[in-house]
């Protein structure tokens, strides 16, 4: 058990994923928020190096794929959680993923990018039987990238046919449309973004039109794809590194986090992008970031490589104070570099009566939060509770 004021951390599970994990995501489905998904990615070396576009040799490989698990009360013990493994679909590696979250053709629907440029869209069906992900449609970005993350326009606003928006390998950033109906995928524009790698690129939920992204130039970028997107709108140099996370919240209109190589991670007023609400140093590169679901819990979660993984609480954000501040709370129980986290909306009092509802967002009362980690050379994935003491 870790302990800080005002919070302390429960260790419950341990898997080992086999392959290299770089991403974890919780289902945001209330009925399904038992469900996790965990994708790997492992690239296995012959005798060629990497080419100029990012992608190696003929005689390497990019192994990979995604392990579906869903959590229970451990047997015998109503206060322990475990994730058993209900499906495992390999194929490629796997660079990023996200659900919808909303039901897409009454199913809960996840989408993930590779190492060869897909961009991939699965359907979760439970059956008597069996549980499985069911490729719907998987989208070429082009060949000569590796799709690197991807983001879905529904934080926010329910649709049909959502949006999702990639970046990869080259630069790139491409504008994708999925008709939930009948499954497929149109692409819409793509446009040069960075310079080098652009290792991320996120929606504003509040305003959906808007993208921001992420890349190995430093940049952070606002892009209003209402235009050609020749030019962003806006452009940060504050970052001093690589820009690898970005996340709007739901619950903050107007309001993201960024986080880079640099190991700072900063939450943006995009009214004003001269400088940062606030910026905390968190000691390793910040892979991803992740807003707590729930209304009034201003919970922000790193997963910072280096330095494991990092609770940051925006609570006093917005009162106009950029001092730089440090964590409220870091989970070091990996080995290795941290690269997957997110938070479950699992009601764990349902948990352990054996229900499964997930919490509304509009919970106040919640002093618990489960958490589920990932990381990439000791191919570990954990689950953990963040107590409020």
Same mark, same amino acid.
């Not at 945001?28 to 005798?47: F, N």
């Not at 709108?233 to 996370?245: A, D, E, F, L, N």
């Not at 479950?344 to 997930?358: I, T």
């Given at each position: ?28 489905i ?16 012959g005798d ?8 190696t ?17 451990s ?11 209900v ?5 490629? +590696?796997? /660079? !990023? ?5 909303? =039901?897409?053709? @009454? ?5 993930? *990018? #590779?190492?060869? +440029?897909? /961009? !991939? ?5 439970? =059956?008597?039987? @069996? ?5 719907? *449609? #998987?989208?070429?970005?082009?060949? !000569? ?12 606003q329910?649709s049909?046919s ?5 970046? !990869? ?19 819409q ?20 039109t ?90 922000l ?9 990092h ?59 489960l958490?589920?980690s ?16």
């Amino acid at each position: 058990m870790t302990t800080t004021t005002g919070y302390q951390i429960r260790e419950f599970d341990s898997v080992d994923t086999v392959l290299y994990a770089d991403s974890v995501e919780w289902c945001p489905i209330s009925e399904y928020s038992r469900y996790l998904a965990c994708a790997l990615y492992q690239l296995e070396e012959g005798d060629g190096g990497e080419d100029g576009s990012g992608k190696t040799s003929a005689n390497n490989s990019r192994r990979g794929g995604i392990r579906l698990f869903k959590v229970e009360s451990s047997s015998g013990d109503s206060e322990s959680f475990v994730a058993k493994e209900v499906h495992s679909r390999m194929m490629t +590696g796997i /660079l !990023d993923m996200k659900w919808c979250q909303h =039901l897409l053709n @009454g199913k809960p629907t996840l989408a993930s *990018v #590779s190492a060869e +440029g897909s /961009l !991939d869209v699965f359907q979760l069906n439970v =059956l008597h039987d @069996g549980t499985e992900l069911t490729l719907l *449609v #998987s989208h070429s970005i082009g060949p !000569d990238w590796i799709a690197l993350s991807l983001d879905w326009s529904t934080g926010l606003q329910e649709s049909d046919s959502p949006r999702l928006i990639v970046s !990869d390998s080259g630069g790139n950033l491409s504008m994708c449309q999925l008709d939930g109906s009948c499954g497929d995928i149109r692409a819409q524009q793509t446009w040069k973004g960075h310079d080098f790698e652009a290792w991320i690129a996120a929606f504003d939920y509040w305003q959906p039109t808007t993208v921001w992204s992420g890349g190995d130039d430093c940049r952070l970028k606002i892009w209003d794809t209402r235009t050609d997107c020749s030019r962003p709108s806006s452009v940060s140099k504050r970052h001093t590194m690589g820009v690898c996370s970005i996340q709007s919240s739901k619950h903050h209109e107007h309001i993201i986090a960024s986080g880079s190589y640099d190991e700072a991670v900063l939450l943006w007023d995009n009214r004003q992008m001269k400088s940062p609400v606030k910026e905390w140093n968190v000691g390793g590169g910040v892979w991803r970031l992740k807003w707590h679901p729930e209304k009034n819990i201003d919970l922000l979660l790193g997963a910072c490589m280096h330095n494991g993984f990092h609770v940051l609480n925006a609570s006093d954000s917005f009162s106009g104070s950029s001092e730089a501040t440090t964590s409220v709370l870091d989970y070091q129980g990996h080995g290795s570099l941290a690269y997957g986290v997110d938070w479950s909306r699992l009601d764990l009092g349902s948990l352990r009566a054996g229900g499964c509802p997930g919490r509304s967002e509009e919970s106040t009362s919640t002093k618990s939060h489960l958490v589920a980690s990932c990381s990439f050379y000791d191919h570990l994935m954990k689950l953990w509770v963040i107590d409020e003491t």
